[in-house]
């Protein structure tokens, strides 16, 4: 069964840093792609961040974050993160780890994580 | 960049009625990467439909995707109190339209 926990959510101050965690279990983690994706409270779910599985791994940003957020993961230990820089009051959201069906994170997610929120603030 | 906008913002409807949902594509998109989320209040939002029209795991059968090029329909046949929540379309595994609240 795929299970994704994601953590490492908080109060963070304008300008601060916070580096978020999604810990993977129940499928060959390395093979797919994964994104992070974010819900403003009240609002819609926004695409943030997505990493592609394989050998070769490449990054896709949202113009929102690009620059400021970096996605990764260890495949040794089977989790992905999402290291958040010089973050905004429009940051605060709940944020969402979610697995793709395949290696191109252009696929459909078929699996998604609880959420962790993020509140920026001072 | 694909801009996918959805119809209605809310949909207040009595249970056993018919609930159909809209996403149109601001251009055509692939069907393969279409794809249809739940989400109920407090929960991480779950797959339900992908490829436009295959029901993931799990998904009851009365609820059905059909469409193609820029216009998807989501269509639950007959609410259920647990089919309350909000239901987003999702296209190329990024972009999500702004979603439609289904009120039993």
């Known amino acids: 069964e795929v299970q994704l926990l994601a953590s490492g959510g908080g109060l963070v101050q304008p300008g601060g840093s916070l580096r978020l965690s999604c810990a993977a279990s129940g499928f060959a983690f390395s093979s797919y792609a994964m994104s992070w994706v974010r819900q403003a409270p009240g609002k819609g779910l926004e695409w943030v961040s997505a990493?592609?599985?394989?050998?070769?791994?490449?990054?896709y940003y949202a113009d929102s974050v690009k620059g400021r957020f970096t996605v990764s993961r260890d495949t040794s230990k089977n989790i992905l993160y999402l290291q958040m820089t010089t973050v905004r009051a429009e940051d605060t959201a709940e944020y969402y780890c979610?697995?793709?069906?395949?290696?191109?994170?252009?696929?459909?997610?078929?699996?998604w994580g609880q959420g962790t929120l993020v509140t920026v603030s001072s | 960049e694909i801009v996918l906008t959805q119809s209605p913002d809310t949909l207040s409807l009595s249970p056993g009625a018919r609930a159909t949902l809209s996403c149109r594509a601001s251009q055509s998109v692939n069907s393969n990467y279409l794809a249809w989320h739940q989400q109920k209040p407090g929960q991480a939002p779950r797959l339900l439909i992908h490829?436009?029209?295959s029901r993931a795991t799990g998904t009851p059968d009365r609820f059905s995707g059909s469409g193609s090029g820029t216009d998807f329909t989501l269509t639950i046949s007959r609410l259920e109190p647990e089919d309350f929540g909000v239901y987003y379309c999702?296209?190329?595994?990024?972009?999500f339209g702004q979603g439609t609240k289904v009120e039993i």
């Open positions: 979610a697995k793709s069906v395949s290696w191109n994170d252009e696929d459909y997610l078929d699996s």
């Open positions: 999702q296209e190329n595994g990024r972009t």
């Open positions: 990493i592609r599985g394989g050998a070769r791994t490449t990054f």
């Open positions: 490829g436009a029209s």
